[in-house]
Structures are given as structure tokens and as C-alpha cells.
């Protein structure tokens, strides 16, 4: 499957935005879909991930109760919905997608990925 991010910019922070990332084929529905960041000089790290069909989420600590994942498998989307930004958040936000029914935190168990879209938050 082929990913295109989208929906980055500069925000204040206690900002929103709205992530999106498109993907290619029908299958869509057959991947797990993950949300990962990177700040500059710092590792790759998990942010959101999300079932099969929807129904199940798992969120990093660092932005439970502020970010939501979804997804809309008849557009082959998934979001990821940003609210009461920080600073901290500032980063290249990736979306990746994952064969299988397990969900994984680990940047390695991700088959594809986009090509990334900036999120700089303001203090």
C-alpha cells in the first residue's frame, strides 16, 4: 500500500489540526494504521494506532486525551486529530500501516509508510 500524508503546518499552541493520510489499493481495510513522529534530533516514536475497522485504538501517554484516531475505510483514510497542541508535539508526523490483527508500538512491525508532513506548534 502506498500512503500520502497531508495536513501539517504551524499552530499555537492549545491549536488543532486534522491529519490525513491517504492510501492507495483496496485493501486498505486489511491494515492496522499508525500515526509515528519524529522531532528533530530525536528517534522515531509511536502516537496513535488504530484496528482493522475502526473499533480500536491505542494511544501513546504523551498524547492520550488529546489526539483521536480514525479512520474512513470507503475513502482508504486515516486521521489523526490534534487538539490542545504543544510545543512538545513539534514534528514530522508519518503515517504507517501494518499487516496483521496485533497491535505494535515498534517503528520495525510497520510495512509502509508515507513520506511525512510537518507539524510545528508555537509557544
Known amino acids: 500500500v502506498q500512503l500520502q500524508a497531508s495536513g501539517g503546518g504551524l499552530v499555537q499552541a492549545g491549536g488543532s489540526l486534522r491529519l490525513s493520510c491517504a492510501a492507495s489499493?483496496?485493501?486498505?481495510?486489511?491494515?492496522?494504521m499508525g500515526w509515528f513522529r519524529q522531532a528533530p534530533g530525536k528517534e522515531r516514536e509511536f502516537v496513535a494506532t488504530?484496528?482493522?475497522?475502526?473499533?480500536?485504538?491505542y494511544y501513546a501517554d504523551s498524547v492520550k486525551g488529546r489526539f483521536t484516531i480514525s479512520r474512513d475505510n470507503a475513502k482508504n483514510t486515516v486521521y489523526l486529530q490534534m487538539n490542545s497542541l504543544k510545543p512538545e508535539d513539534t514534528a514530522v508526523y508519518y503515517c504507517?500501516?501494518?499487516?496483521?490483527?496485533?497491535?505494535?508500538?515498534?517503528?520495525?512491525?510497520?510495512?509502509?509508510w508515507g513520506q511525512g508532513t510537518l507539524v510545528t506548534v508555537s509557544s
Open positions: 504507517a500501516a501494518r499487516i496483521g490483527v496485533i497491535f505494535s508500538t515498534n517503528v520495525r512491525s510497520y510495512d509502509s
Open positions: 488504530i484496528g482493522r475497522n475502526g473499533g480500536t485504538t
Open positions: 489499493g483496496r485493501t486498505f481495510s486489511s491494515y492496522i
